[in-house]
């Protein structure tokens, strides 16, 4: 696993880790509006005679009640059957005096913690300046106070839910960085300042962070366009060394294309993620860059090679790996990888290290099946190309000695695919 995969492997942790902790917001947000907001309904419709007289008097008369003697409400006789010999203990209820009661000093507890009515004073005015009415009885003030809460919940909901969905496309690996998430986070901090007529500082802040952020995501986005273009201009620069490569063998670079191709077919049937797979597509296209330090008469040669040439060529691997020592980037990483190992064998018999199984790299082995089969259908200077059934059966004869046994099955799976494209990409001589 190399250095991106496992960042992305971290960053997927990261996200699924923030999408919990988003739902389970979700879930509380939601379970906090449908509550409050049953409250409200339920005290609204509840006839003013069932209620306290005190939750019907004015909320200027009740608040007052609340702030000026709290600690003789602890002692009011009133109460004395709901408080027990401990704070712990659950209250005693035994007729309907004493639910009203219990019912009551609920109900001042809650207006008066609530920042000493300013919330509540501050609904008064606005109602007032609207002309509506003068004073809220405290039933009217809880389902205010209901409705605000719910609203607010709803916010947090809303605001969670799209930072949720942004947090399953960086869990999947997907680019978060898009114009689209940037223009959902643009439209969630304008939502946003509808908080503003419950909790003026809050509704500023995520306003400010949520818009700060939407700004980060389209630079992102742009930085990305450009990443892409960037690649793409690596990818073109790559296929035209690697063709420069295999034209000093008199060969018309189509080589460097099937075996890519055949290469990326093998990689996704064997069920590698698409960024490594697009990865391994790229990079095969170098390896055969050795090649570059064998003198031309040897790769031109129309005859047998004697075993001094054969020595030479049998160094091309250790040639492209130092070529591509010194080039950074993840693809050149990869393609230095796969110049070294793409004449391994699974048994120990191959060049140029003598490694074996598991110890050369699951790209080395794809590409060894899919350049070897390239070879074998296709016309060199000292052979013809073998019947595509001929050289099929070849390479299924060497799975386990030669090839690994897993890619040499992924191959068989994709056999067709991979003979439509040995035609499409053909060499004209053939």
Do not use: C
Request: charged fraction near 30%; aromatic fraction near 8%.
């Amino acid at each position: 696993m190399d250095k991106s995969q496992k960042a992305k492997k971290k960053i997927r942790i990261i996200g699924n880790v923030f999408r919990v902790i988003l739902t389970i917001i979700m879930v509380i947000g939601i379970i906090v509006m449908a509550s409050t907001a049953l409250m409200g309904i339920t005290i609204l419709f509840i006839p003013a005679d069932i209620l306290p007289e005190d939750l019907n008097a004015g909320f200027t008369d009740f608040i007052a009640g609340v702030h000026s003697s709290s600690d003789d409400d602890d002692e009011d006789d009133d109460y004395s059957p709901i408080l027990s010999d401990t704070e712990s203990a659950p209250p005693v209820i035994t007729n309907s005096e004493d639910a009203e009661a219990y019912f009551k000093k609920m109900i001042k507890e809650l207006i008066g913690s609530i920042g000493n009515g300013r919330v509540a004073s501050g609904i008064e005015i606005g109602l007032s300046t609207a002309g509506v009415r003068k004073e809220l009885t405290i039933k009217e003030l809880i389902v205010i106070l209901s409705i605000a809460i719910s609203l607010f919940s709803l916010m947090i909901v809303i605001y969670s839910s799209v930072l949720n969905s942004m947090m399953k496309t960086l869990s999947k690996g997907e680019r978060p960085f898009t114009i689209k998430a940037a223009k959902k986070l643009r439209r969630l901090s304008i939502l946003m300042l509808l908080l503003i007529l419950f909790e003026p500082l809050t509704s500023l802040v995520l306003f400010s962070v949520t818009l700060i952020f939407s700004y980060l995501f389209e630079y992102g986005a742009y930085l990305q366009e450009k990443a892409d273009e960037t690649s793409r201009i690596q990818e073109e620069m790559i296929m035209s060394f690697a063709e420069v490569t295999e034209n000093k063998s008199e060969q018309t670079g189509k080589h460097v294309r099937r075996v890519a191709e055949y290469s990326k077919i093998i990689a996704e049937e064997m069920g590698l993620d698409d960024e490594r797979v697009s990865k391994i597509r790229l990079a095969s296209t170098m390896h055969d860059i050795g090649k570059l330090m064998i003198p031309s008469e040897i790769l031109e040669k129309p005859a047998r090679l004697t075993d001094d040439e054969f020595a030479e060529i049998k160094k091309h691997p250790g040639y492209g790996g130092k070529l591509l020592n010194n080039v950074e980037g993840d693809v050149m990483e990869l393609a230095k990888t796969i110049a070294l190992d793409h004449h391994e064998r699974v048994d120990g018999r191959g060049y140029p290290e003598g490694k074996s199984g598991n110890y050369i790299s699951t790209e080395g082995r794809i590409v060894a099946v899919a350049d070897v089969y390239d070879a074998l259908t296709s016309k060199r200077s000292y052979k013809e190309p073998w019947d595509h059934q001929k050289a099929y059966e070849e390479i299924l004869k060497g799975s386990g000695t030669q090839f690994d046994a897993d890619v040499v099955e992924a191959f068989k799976k994709r056999y067709d695919d991979i003979n439509s494209l040995r035609q499409k990409y053909a060499d004209e001589a053939e």
